[in-house]
């Protein structure tokens, strides 16, 4: 028999996940990553335990308190005192497949699988049918790990799963979805206070170079967000993040649209000659598919340019490049992370 270390958040999909792996006749085992309190937002230990004992499977936690303090708060933190705006869920996935994967192998276990939306044929990463697609998540993983990897809730909608969760009866059948970043209780500014991120004055310019007023830490916006501010003739949104000079610009909605962007660090996880070919970009997890071009950099970097303009580029987050394989599948071709764009 087989055997399977599944990710068990303690939420409805990596339930389900570990159910339909068991009834294909995997021996199972869940396990939940902890790395602060038992029961964060991403994470709910007491629910994951329970669900695992209900569905007949082993269960374990393995503490990382100090690895993901070390490879994902401190990055995120980092990333925002740079000017950035952080993507922690990529990096964070690529953190917990490798601690999963090293179990697994250090215990004699055939496969991980968690409960993402994204299916893997022949090697090869793909986007789920469902609007719940999180193959953007999965694009930092490396190919070499793919045949290691199951993702039983490619093929299905989120509806389905919950149907499968109410027939059988598991308790987590009708629990709500986490949102947003799993240690972040609230909004990201607080908790960049715990850490202390302490105010820091700069300077807020116009796109002419104009000062019009001042802001107390580039840590504090995004690009694209809108700027409130009495007396101003229109709409205006923060259209560049300088943290060297800790400086924010605002501009009208117009300046939000860039033609192309530059990339850094190339995850590349189909052969390059897919750069010949049409490609699709999503510069954020929730994006649409933008039609664009790509040309490789010697640096291992990227160069995506879009074929209609795309509005609020933003350093830090990951672009996703897609290949559309079939009339119902998009395949992912590779990532890399926003520099800037032009």
């Not at 793909?126 to 790990?145: G, M």
């Not at 290691?148 to 598991?170: D, F, M, T, V």
């Not at 001042?214 to 205006?236: A, C, D, I, S, Y």
């Not at 590349?268 to 933008?290: A, C, G, N, T």
Request: glycine share 8%; aromatic share 10%; with cysteine.
């Amino acid at each position: 028999m087989k055997s399977v270390l599944v990710g068990m958040s303690g939420g409805v999909d990596s339930a389900v996940a570990a159910l339909l792996l068991k009834k294909q006749g995997y021996r199972v085992v869940g396990y939940t990553l902890k790395f602060g309190e038992e029961n964060n937002k991403c994470c709910k230990v007491d629910d994951a335990r329970l669900v695992s004992n209900q569905i007949g499977i082993e269960y374990l936690t393995i503490d990382i308190y100090e690895e993901f303090e070390e490879n994902i708060i401190q990055y995120f933190i980092a990333e925002y005192l740079h000017g950035k705006t952080p993507s922690p869920c990529p990096i964070c996935n690529l953190f917990k497949f490798g601690v999963g994967l090293q179990y697994a192998q250090e215990n004699g276990i055939d496969f991980i699988a968690t409960g993402h939306y994204a299916t893997i044929e022949n090697d090869k990463l793909y986007a789920a049918p469902s609007p719940k697609d999180q193959a953007y998540f999965l694009s930092r993983l490396s190919k070499n790990i793919f045949d290691k990897i199951l993702l039983p809730l490619g093929e299905y909608s989120k509806n389905e799963i919950r149907e499968i969760a109410e027939k059988n009866n598991l308790i987590v059948a009708n629990k709500k979805d986490s949102q947003d970043i799993c240690f972040v209780e609230d909004d990201y500014r607080d908790f960049l206070q715990t850490r202390n991120v302490k105010p820091k004055t700069g300077e807020i310019i116009n796109v002419d170079g104009e000062k019009i007023g001042e802001h107390l830490g580039v840590w504090n916006f995004t690009v694209g967000q809108r700027f409130r501010k009495g007396g101003l003739p229109q709409k205006m949104y923060i259209t560049a993040i300088n943290a060297t000079e800790n400086q924010i610009t605002i501009g009208e909605e117009s300046e939000l649209f860039k033609d192309e962007i530059y990339c850094s660090d190339l995850n590349l996880l189909v052969d390059e000659s897919f750069f010949k070919k049409q490609l699709f970009v999503k510069v954020r997890s929730r994006d649409e598919y933008h039609p664009c071009v790509a040309k490789t950099l010697e640096s291992n970097g990227v160069i995506i340019k879009f074929d209609d303009p795309v509005r609020d580029i933003s350093a830090g987050q990951l672009a996703v490049l897609y290949h559309k394989a079939s009339d119902e599948k998009m395949m992912v071709v590779g990532s890399g992370w926003i520099e800037k764009g032009n």
